[in-house]
Every structure is written in structure tokens, then in C-alpha cells.
């Protein structure tokens, strides 16, 4: 571990006075707007404000060392380090903080974010790459701590897999030759998080060009370092990570207020990390928060006067003043000059940002009111009308759902007149509605012409030359297919390398690829899923592997909060098409067996869940998903693997399509809804059923997350008037959406002529052993019972 400090710059480069002026200068400014946020929320223009006051010349000197190419993915205290590498103006800061919904305003997340969260655009107006080796890219930030870990471990590790890549047409555009940082940030308190520790194992096992800073302000709002971190110092218990005759990691102290010593610090880390593919730690000690953690609170309420009092002494910024007159670098005149400058500068952005945010929604209001004023003159409401108008008149700053909430207040006063002035104003809620509906809407999914939703079906080919195998062996070929003519297809994951995943989908293909595209991984869901966005995100096609889908639980949070939002939080900005894949449904066992498809349909909005009832269409949505650019689960069924199924004659060409459902048994009596590993059991009891007459109608939906698209299943229920969801999840669970898309969204309810029924497991876990299933999950005798149950309720005299 090495501690740096330094009065003075005593290295192989040098700084000039000019650039020394121009640091200090943009110190004062970010501090300056940290400032002005503050009074900006407090006042109400802004509704919540977090800064990064405090953190000015750690970030100055960090921004030296980062290069094109480079990657940041930190948190929300790095906003002088954005505008030092000129991704963010102070003027896209406050219009961030007014969460103004134009892009040329706040290019990071259009508004959908609140301040602090950065974030530059990987991709150009059609959601195509742009040459991110020739960019200062810095990835989506997200407010849960230490969520930006496990992103981080793969953009790093993306620059070892283009070190050692072959040749790919796209490389270049994507990385130098694997020259490039990832640096991450993390307040010393967040270092608690499990996710901290797991990122950095990861790292230090994978050797990658890794530097992480941690920012130690000594708290964590207000709990101090005593209570989050074992002897006070994460760079302290870290210290067995320190690299010697074993790789592991470089590890640097060095305090936030010495501007040289900072500088000196991120020069070395920079070398090491990027030349030797060593991860860095970085602990930047004795740094200060002087507006306290946010808006929210006062840290004049857990802090002593002491520590008040050191901190005002410590202040980063102070103490580079300090600095520049001992080494006469300027006068004490000449930097009031350049604060008073700077100051002018954070409060011209301000104001240029609130009239840029500020002056459209003012139109807009006139416009209304001129369409509601022609309301209230022909309409017996007039004079209520006319008040209403006045109190949106006298706001003196509107919102845009004030004027909404005016005009829709109107329609409601005259809904029994039908004025022309009343359909102009419909017209004009209409168009209005949709276009800022869409500002705050779009881009949950890729709106790319490479959309998985336009990658048209291309069905199995079978001749009698087509081999019936172990269904493994479909995926395997599959699989070995895709490595051979997609260079920048990886997959990895718990036992994916030496011995071919634990149902041997992967075998001999680590031997045949590489272990650079098929790799084993320690045991850490959530760092899986964190190394797919990363390598994602630099152009890369990881598969990420979680063994079984009852340990997806691990990775869910670091699903849903960061890959699942990536391009809606960029509103198209970004990508992360990752594919995870794992298998789940009927197994034994309380942990080997989970189908918790409700918590994943309502938790991953953003990622589409594909759910194959076999391998063949397993492999159909491995080749989909490849050539398009959006993110998907895709849920291999656990007791599939040893079935027999043939091998195409088009392996490589076929593609099941997404969000598209298959009749998989024609029938006219109830219609049965079901995926996966039920399928099976489902076609089983329509074998039973057939026997005493009855005939269902079984339906695969293929994918949870889009859900039939093109509206099948209430065709089918115009046929038959009955319907089943067939789900092995809890009661309530992924069959309650089921039900919620056929009857509500498709209208489906109409041709019901009995009630609509769920199937499901019980609310507990499965029990073990063969009998712990039959009690614990649907079986075909349950489905064959509650059909008939059915049966007999519409219909009687059937069984007389």
C-alpha cells in the first residue's frame, strides 16, 4: 500500500502556471453551482439536489489520467470530474437539476434522472454505436450504492478481451488494442455494500485495467466510519489484496486536499493499470462534504464543531489556494479575479438553464389558455372555466401537469357540450399528452431498426438425415456455431468453461473457443450480470450464465436497477444487450426448483423474458436475440436437457420470434395458457382429456416479456369461451399478468362465458422429492381436474 503526498510536483511531467489558473478555476465553479443547486431546491425549482462539493480536486486530477477510450462508472458526487473531461457543461448540470426533458438541454438522461446521475451517449440518433475508442465515455449512473461496481468489472474486462482478440471488423471502433481504464467511484460507506467486495474479488482474480477511487469523507450521511468499516479504512483491510508475488492490486492513500500528490497518484495508477492490466485501488482520504450528504438534511446535526471547524480548515479547494500562493504560481488578487469569474459563470448557467426549461412550458401555457379561453366563451361553464384559467394565469412558474390538469378539469365541466372549441382543445390534450407521454416513456426497449422485435421468424428444417439427440446437444452445436462466426460472442459463468455447464450444453466448446470466449467464473451472481452490461456497453455480446434461476435472486437487484434501465434511463443513449441465460421450473427441491416468473415480469421491465419449452426454441431465441440489440433472459427448461429432440438442418438460421405465441394443440373446449417445462404437462392432460371427450386448446406464449403481440390467445378464446393460466409460480404470480394482458389488454373478457381460472403452485416453496413436487406443483391430474370442474359447471349434461 503506498501513501502519497506532495508540496510539490517533482514527477516527469509538469504543470504550467496557465493550466494550474484553469484548474483552480474550475474548482471554484463546480463548487459554485454545488452551491447555487442547493439554494435552487430549497427555493423550489428543483426538487431534490445532491452535489459533489468537496470532491473538486481529487476529480480535477483523476480527469489528467483519463483518456479517449477510457470508461467511468461511478456515483453521483462526480460532477467536477464531467466537467473536467468536457461531458458536462455547468449549464447541462442545472438543467439536469431542473430535470428538463429536452436532450440538447440534458443530453445524460433527458430528465428521467434526477442530478448527479451522468451519463455520455454511446449512440448516435438511430441507437447505432459510435467510435467509443475516440470518446470520454462515462456509463449510466444509478443511485443504488455500490449498484456501479459490477458494471465496472466489465468494462474492464472488455479491454483484456480486445487485447486478446483476433480480427473484427468492429474492433477499432470499440477499443485501441485494449489500451483502455475503467475507473469507478464509490463513497467509503457504500464499500459496506456486499456488491464492493464482490466487484473487487472479481477484479483481482480477472487482472483487469480496473482503477476504483474512493471517495472518504469519513461518514455515511450521517453514520460515521466507525460504524461502516472494520478499522476505519477500506484501503486498510484491503491491504491482502496488495499485489507481490501473487497478482492482486496496487493500492494508493493519498489525502483529497493535495492537489500534486493527487496528481502524482492517478499519473502511477494510470501506468499500471492501463500498461499492465493491474487493478488499482485509490483511497482519497480526509476529503469534506460541506453541504452535508443532499437537500435533505443538515450535517451541522451529526457532526461536532470540531469536525466542522477541520473540515472548513481541509477544504480542497482552500488548500489548493494555499498551495498556488506558497508555490507563487498567483497572486491572492489575481485568484480573487478568477473566483469572481467562475462565480459569475456557475450563476449565467444557472439562469440560461432555467430560461431554456423555463420558457417553453410558458408558451405552452399561453397556447392553452388561449384554447381554453375559446372554451369558456361558448360554453355554459364559462365563468368556472374562466377562473380556472386565471389560477394557471397567476402561476408564475408552471409545470406542464398544471396546464394538463386545467384542460382536463375543462373537458370534465363541459363533457355534455360538443363545441368546436371543445374538439379543438381535444385535439390539441391529445397531441400534447402523447408527446410528453413519450418524454418520459420511451426507450424501455431498443427502438433501433435492430429491434429483436423486427428479426422475422425462421422455422426448423428437418430432413431424414436430421439426428435425434440428448436436446444438450441442440444447444451445444448452437452454441458452437455463434462462437465460430461471431467474434464478439462470449459466454461465461459458474462452471460454463472446463466442463461445459453443469447439463453440458457448453461441452468441449472452452477447449474448441478459448477460455477468453467461454470462461468459468467464481460464485458471484451479481458480478456476472455487472461483467455482461460492462462488456455490453463496449460493444461486445456476452452471454452471461446464472447456474439455476432460483440464484438469479442474487443478481436481481443489479437486473433490475441497472441493466434493465439502461436505455430508458439514457432515453436511448446507451445499450447493454446482454443475453443472461439459466434454466429453471420443475426440479426438487426448495432451491433447485423456485419459478418466481412474478417477481422477474415485475421487476425486469426493460429486459424481455423468453421462456423456450425446449431447446430447439431455446436455440431460435439465441440466434434472435444476437441480431438485434435489445436485452433478454432466456429460461432453458431444467428437465429438458436429456429429451430427445432433432438437430435442424438450418440450426443456424433459425430464429423464434419474440412475443409471439404457438398453438402447440388445436381444441374447442377451454383454452389453456402455459410456457416452459408445463407445456409438457399441459399436452399430457389434453391426451387424458381427449379419452372422455374433451378437447383444450394448449398455447405456448413463447415469451412472458413481450406478451403476444399480435393478440392470439383472444382469438382463441372467441373459439372456445373458457380459459386456463397454467403456472408452476405462486398463486398471483406470473399468472395474474397472464390473465391482466388476454382479458384487460386484449380485451378478452367479452367472450368469457365462464370464469377465467389460474392454475399455479402452492405459495411455498416446492417441497423435496418426487412427491414433494406432486403436492407442491400443478401436475397434469390437477389440470385435467379443474378442466372438467369447468366443464361440468358450463355444460352438465356432458357428463349426465
Not at 15 to 44: M, Q
Not at 116 to 142: I, P, Y
Request: glycine share 8%.
Amino acid at each position: 500500500m503506498n501513501e502519497i503526498t506532495g508540496e510539490a510536483l517533482q514527477t516527469e511531467f509538469e504543470l504550467n502556471k496557465s493550466e494550474v489558473l484553469n484548474d483552480y478555476a474550475l474548482a471554484i465553479e463546480s463548487r459554485e453551482a454545488s452551491l447555487i443547486g442547493r439554494r435552487e431546491v430549497l427555493t423550489g425549482k428543483a426538487k431534490f439536489g445532491i452535489f459533489g462539493d468537496g470532491k473538486e480536486v481529487a476529480q480535477i486530477a483523476w480527469a489528467k489520467a483519463f483518456k479517449p477510450g477510457d470508461f467511468r462508472s461511478g456515483y453521483y458526487r462526480d460532477q467536477t470530474f464531467m466537467m473536467a473531461i468536457g461531458a458536462l457543461t455547468t449549464q447541462e448540470f442545472f438543467a439536469s437539476l431542473y430535470a428538463d426533458t429536452d436532450l440538447n438541454n440534458e443530453p445524460a438522461s433527458g430528465g428521467r434522472q434526477m442530478n448527479g446521475h451522468f451519463a455520455t451517449r454511446s449512440l448516435d440518433e438511430n441507437g447505432q454505436w459510435k467510435e467509443l475508442s475516440k470518446m470520454k465515455n462515462s456509463s449510466a449512473d444509478v443511485s443504488p450504492t455500490a449498484s456501479q461496481m459490477p458494471r465496472l468489472v466489465g468494462l474492464a474486462q472488455a479491454s483484456k478481451v480486445y487485447r486478446h482478440m483476433g480480427e473484427w471488423s468492429e474492433k477499432t471502433k470499440f477499443s485501441n488494442n485494449g489500451n483502455e481504464i475503467a475507473w469507478g467511484t464509490i463513497g467509503n460507506a457504500s464499500t459496506s455494500e456486499g456488491l464492493f467486495f464482490e466487484a473487487i474479488n472479481a477484479a483481482g482474480v480477472l487482472q483487469i485495467p480496473m482503477v476504483v477511487s474512493v471517495w472518504d469523507d469519513d461518514y455515511g450521511i450521517s453514520v460515521h466510519s466507525e460504524y461502516q468499516t472494520t478499522k476505519e479504512s477500506i484501503s486498510e483491510i484491503l491491504s491482502g489484496f496488495q499485489r507481490g508475488e501473487k497478482p492482486g492490486y496496487e493500492i494508493f492513500v493519498v489525502k483529497g486536499w493535495d492537489y500534486p500528490a493527487l496528481i502524482e497518484t492517478y499519473k502511477k495508477a494510470e501506468h499500471i493499470a492501463r500498461n499492465e492490466h493491474v487493478p488499482v485501488l485509490i483511497h482519497v482520504v480526509e476529503m469534506t462534504q460541506p453541504q452535508g450528504h443532499s437537500t435533505s438534511g443538515s450535517h451541522e446535526r451529526y457532526k461536532s464543531k470540531e469536525r466542522l471547524e477541520w473540515e472548513r480548515e481541509y477544504d480542497c479547494i482552500r488548500q489548493m489556494r494555499l498551495w498556488i500562493e506558497r508555490n507563487g504560481i498567483a497572486t491572492p488578487d489575481e485568484l480573487d479575479e478568477i473566483e469572481k469569474n467562475a462565480k459569475k459563470a456557475a450563476r449565467d448557467a444557472k439562469n440560461r438553464a432555467w430560461q431554456n426549461y423555463l420558457t417553453p412550458i410558458l408558451n405552452e401555457r399561453a397556447h392553452a389558455i388561449g384554447l381554453l379561453q375559446h372554451l369558456a366563451a361558448a360554453s355554459a361553464a364559462g365563468a368556472e372555466i374562466t377562473s380556472i384559467i386565471e389560477q394557471l394565469g397567476k402561476l408564475t412558474e408552471p409545470l406542464r401537469r398544471d396546464i394538463l390538469s386545467t384542460v382536463r378539469k375543462a373537458l370534465r365541466l363541459t363533457i355534455r357540450e360538443n363545441s368546436a372549441a371543445r374538439q379543438t382543445l381535444e385535439g390539441w390534450l391529445k397531441t400534447y399528452t402523447e408527446t410528453y407521454q413519450r418524454r418520459y416513456s420511451s426507450h424501455l426497449y431498443s427502438e433501433s431498426p435492430l429491434s429483436a422485435l423486427h428479426i422475422k421468424e425462421v422455422k426448423p428444417v428437418y430432413s431424414d438425415q436430421s439426428p435425434e439427440v440428448d436436446a444438450r446437444v441442440v444447444l451445444r452445436e448452437n452454441f458452437d456455431q455463434l462462437l465460430a462466426n461471431r467474434p464478439e460472442v462470449l459466454i461465461f459463468g459458474e462452471d460454463s468453461g472446463k466442463i461445459g455447464d453443469v447439463n453440458q450444453g457448453l461441452e468441449g466448446l472452452q477447449a474448441k473457443h478459448g477460455e477468453m470466449r467461454v470462461a468459468d467464473t467464481g460464485i458471484r451472481e451479481a458480478t456476472i450480470l455487472g461483467q455482461g452490461i460492462g462488456l455490453a456497453m463496449r460493444g461486445l455480446r456476452p452471454i452471461a450464465e446464472i447456474q439455476y434461476l432460483d440464484y438469479l435472486l442474487y443478481a436481481l437487484q443489479i437486473m433490475s436497477d441497472d441493466l434493465a434501465t439502461v436505455q430508458y434511463r439514457t432515453v436511448g443513449g446507451q445499450k447493454a444487450p446482454v443475453i443472461v441465460r439459466t434454466r429453471g421450473h420443475r426440479l426438487e427441491g426448495i432451491w433447485h426448483s423456485g419459478s418466481p416468473m412474478g417477481a422477474i415480469v415485475h421487476s425486469m421491465r426493460g429486459i424481455y423474458i423468453l421462456v423456450p419449452r425446449n431447446m430447439t426454441k431455446a436455440a431460435g431465441f439465441y440466434n434472435t436475440m444476437l441480431d438485434s440489440d435489445d436485452t433478454a433472459l432466456i429460461i432453458e427448461c431444467l428437465n429438458g436437457y436429456r429429451l430427445k429432440e432433432r438437430i435442424p438442418d438450418n440450426l443456424a438460421e433459425i430464429r423464434t420470434p419474440i412475443g409471439v405465441v404457438e398453438t402447440i394443440r388445436e381444441g374447442k373446449d377451454v383454452t389453456v395458457v402455459t410456457y416452459g417445462s408445463n407445456c409438457r404437462i399441459a399436452m399430457e392432460a389434453a391426451h387424458e382429456l381427449a379419452r372422455i371427450g374433451i378437447e383444450i386448446e394448449v398455447i405456448d406464449v413463447q415469451s412472458l416479456i413481450p406478451f403476444d403481440r399480435n393478440h392470439d390467445i383472444v382469438k382463441s378464446l372467441q373459439k372456445t369461451n373458457r380459459i386456463i393460466f397454467f403456472d408452476e409460480d405462486v398463486p398471483g404470480g406470473a399468472s395474474a399478468y397472464m390473465m391482466q394482458q388476454v382479458l384487460e389488454v386484449q380485451g378478452g373478457y367479452r367472450w368469457l362465458d365462464s370464469a377465467p381460472r389460474t392454475l399455479t403452485s402452492k405459495e411455498h416453496r416446492p417441497a423435496y422429492g418426487s412427491d414433494g413436487d406432486y403436492f407442491s406443483k400443478p401436475s397434469a391430474d390437477d389440470l385435467c381436474d379443474l378442466v372438467i370442474e369447468i366443464i361440468k359447471e358450463a355444460e352438465p349434461f356432458r357428463f349426465a
